[in-house]
């Protein structure tokens, strides 16, 4: 890679990326973890694309930052494996290799960045007729919460042989990206941009996981069961790393908290019905005595509800606790290690 030239201009990400990539691994990871989630993403991202940068480059760089001294003239080493370390030691492992995972996907298809402002209505249009494998490479190569979008516009037959598509997916050659983009871009009138010279993977549970997360109850429902007919053993690790209304036992208070305070005491009353005594005394415990009252006598109003409304009841919650965890505000474990014992 062509190492960062001195009349280029940069970016405030890019210029933190340099800073940091000057930095020992220990203290970079320090000033990391000041960082928000999105932003430590982009800044990794600017890392892992760097690579290399020429001094000249570096020093102006660090003169801006006053309380930093310029140490010496040298070319700055970033990379993958820098980017990783930093995440890794600054927001620990799984989250670190969550954040990594969508740089591969992202990184790997720049082709795609024109969809960024396609709206999913418009991406239906231009994906219909499209195989399953094709619709799960563009999916996989759009945030999350767009990606979902679109799912929830397919049919659900059509929904089902995507999702299994994108689970079972593995290396998508430039080549391939290169072709669907140039397709896709035709029919939008845009201009193709370089993809990347080698095979990255971009597929694979944890996308379809990531997308579904963001999914509306009745997509979320469809996809999952479909996936059950065709592929058991997939669907049962798809749910397993899916986010739940019982995952709520998984919180620290304060996130818990964070959860609670924008409920609805009526939705929540509706949530609760059936639930195990473990996440009720989480709830529970974490409201103020006057609340507790409050969610006490809707749960006594409401009386006996179909299993509908309280599956539409956790799935309004679990949304809010996606949001929160997307936006960095609350961390929810995930994986058999973490599980709660009572």
């Keep these: 890679m062509t190492p960062l030239a001195l009349e280029q201009q940069l970016t405030g990400t890019q210029k933190a990326a340099i800073v940091l990539m000057q930095m020992s691994p220990e203290n970079a990871a320090k000033v990391m973890a000041h960082f928000s989630e999105s932003e430590a993403e982009d800044i990794a991202a600017e890392i892992v694309r760097l690579n290399r940068v020429e001094a000249a480059v570096s020093d102006k760089v660090i003169a801006e930052f006053h309380d930093i001294a310029v140490a010496g003239r040298r070319t700055t080493r970033g990379g ?16 670190a290799a969550g954040v990594m995972g969508r740089l591969a996907s992202t990184m790997a298809g720049k082709s795609f960045e024109f969809l960024d402002t396609v709206e999913p209505s418009q991406l239906l249009t231009l994906l219909d007729g499209e195989l399953p494998e094709t619709i799960a490479l563009v999916l996989a190569h759009l945030r999350p919460e767009k990606a979902s979008a679109v799912m929830a516009g397919l049919g659900e037959g059509q929904a089902i042989e995507v999702a299994h598509a994108l689970a079972t997916m593995g290396s998508a050659t430039p080549e391939a990206v290169t072709i ?10 845009t201009a193709v941009a370089a993809g990347r010279s ?4 971009v597929g694979g549970v944890q996308p379809l996981v990531d997308i579904i997360n963001r999914s509306d109850i009745g997509t979320e429902r469809a996809v999952l069961d479909g996936l059950e007919q065709k592929d058991p053993e997939l669907a049962e690790e798809v749910r397993s790393k899916m986010l739940t209304f019982a995952d ?8 818990i908290q964070q959860i609670l305070r924008g409920i609805d005491a009526g939705v929540l009353a509706r949530a609760m019905k059936g639930a195990a005594q473990p996440l009720l ?14 969610l006490q006598s809707e749960i006594t109003a409401v009386g006996p509800v179909r299993a509908s409304e309280v599956q539409e009841a956790r799935a309004s919650i679990v949304r809010t606790i996606r949001e929160l965890e997307a936006s960095g505000t609350i961390t929810v474990r995930r994986g058999e290690e973490d599980e709660i014992v009572y």
């Design 198 to 201: 080698h095979a990255e993977i």
């Design 248 to 255: 709520i036992v998984k919180l620290e208070s304060r996130d």
């Design 180 to 189: 669907i983009a140039e397709s896709l871009k035709a029919r939008t009138g």
């Design 80 to 95: 993958r494996d820098l980017a990783a370390g930093l995440l890794e030691s600054s927001f620990g492992a799984d989250k």
């Design 281 to 294: 005394d989480a709830i529970n415990s974490n409201v103020s005595d006057r609340n507790r009252e409050i």
